[in-house]
């Protein structure tokens, strides 16, 4: 299921920042500017820094650092409910064949152990 939200994730944020708002890189650029500004760094050191995240202020990085994000937290998050909820086992199933002891009175000519396959009406037992 992660990997389906991974999908929508990654879509919906590449329209987001390329369609609904072209500004968005910008505006963070200058946000990052004004909070590196008011912490006291030189222009020189707010620059570098703007420099360093620029690689990942891309549609398509931003894009699919969100879908791997997805993926990764499902995973873990699976992990985690693997490890508390147990799923009971399920009941075996035969098909549509009846398996019983064979206990008829009147066959004591058969071992006690054998188990005899009975078939409903019309079922025919297929060997190969």
């Known amino acids: 299921m992660s990997a389906v939200g991974a999908i929508v994730i990654f879509v919906g944020s590449y329209v987001l920042v390329t369609a609904v708002f072209p500004n968005y890189f910008m505006e963070v650029q200058e946000a990052g ?71 008829d009175s009147s066959r004591k000519h058969f071992p006690p152990h054998l188990t005899v396959i009975t078939l409903p009406p019309g079922k025919y037992l297929k060997l190969f």
């Open 33 to 103: 500017r004004v909070t590196l500004g008011a912490q006291g760094l030189s222009e020189q050191a707010i620059q570098a820094q703007l420099d360093a995240m620029a690689p990942m202020q891309t549609p398509l990085a931003n894009s699919l650092t969100g879908g791997i994000a997805t993926i990764i937290t499902g995973l873990i998050e699976s992990l985690i409910l693997a490890a508390f909820i147990k799923a009971k086992a399920p009941a075996p199933r035969l098909n549509q064949f009846n398996l019983k002891k064979f206990k």
